[in-house]
């Protein structure tokens, strides 16, 4: 992976754009384990990553340091702030967090990495779909932004009908049934 490291074109994005409404407060900023739920995913993406953005809607994450880019399409959802950041991305290839997962690990973002593919590469399980924690191609953009602009801001509706490899991470899941939970609300934590 060190080799890869190196060469490969990649950039973070961390998705921090939610209204946090069944948190009550900006979830990102939320203390888990004593440690505010976005520096979950920033500590895991710089470990990838030659350069990380935050997209969000909310003036406090520009002291975090990191660019912050704000969604052209409002009130669109995830898919506002993924077709925002990728188009500000000057990377090939960039992997995707949101902010309120923390039980993401290195081997996730690892096994993501070898498989890109197409437009990206999104984790699957049991049926299911997980494209905010994802590797997207810089072009996915256009894809986000086609559909935006048709009023489709469902991810899962949006990923189905892209070039976007399906990865099963069933076998990781048996193990760690937490990996891809996402807090949401107080009882969550």
């Known amino acids: 992976m060190n080799r890869e490291k190196l060469t490969l074109d990649l950039g973070g994005i961390v998705l921090s754009g939610g209204k946090?409404?069944?948190m009550g407060t900006d979830k990102g900023f939320v203390l888990y384990q004593g440690k505010p739920l976005v520096q979950y995913s920033l500590a895991l993406l710089k470990y990838f990553c030659q350069d990380i953005?935050?997209?969000?809607?909310h003036d406090?994450?520009?002291e975090l340091g990191y660019p912050v880019v704000e969604d052209e399409y409002i009130y669109c959802g995830p898919a506002g702030g993924l077709h925002a950041a990728l188009r500000a991305s000057t990377h090939e290839w960039n992997l995707v967090l949101s902010c309120d997962v923390p039980f993401v690990t290195r081997e996730v973002l690892s096994?993501?990495?070898g498989a890109r593919a197409s437009k990206g590469t999104v984790p699957y399980h049991d049926g299911g779909l997980e494209p905010l924690v994802?590797?997207?191609h810089h072009s996915m953009h256009l894809v986000f932004e086609e559909n935006l602009l048709l009023n489709q801001y469902r991810l899962q509706e949006i990923i189905k009908s892209a070039d976007i490899h399906l990865l099963s991470f069933q076998?990781?899941?048996d193990k760690n049934p937490r990996l891809f939970d996402n807090l949401n609300a107080p009882s969550d934590l």
């Open 20 to 22: 946090s409404t069944r």
């Open 53 to 57: 953005i935050i997209s969000a809607n």
């Open 60 to 62: 406090a994450y520009r």
């Open 111 to 113: 096994r993501l990495i």
């Open 134 to 136: 994802a590797i997207y």
């Open 171 to 173: 076998d990781m899941l």
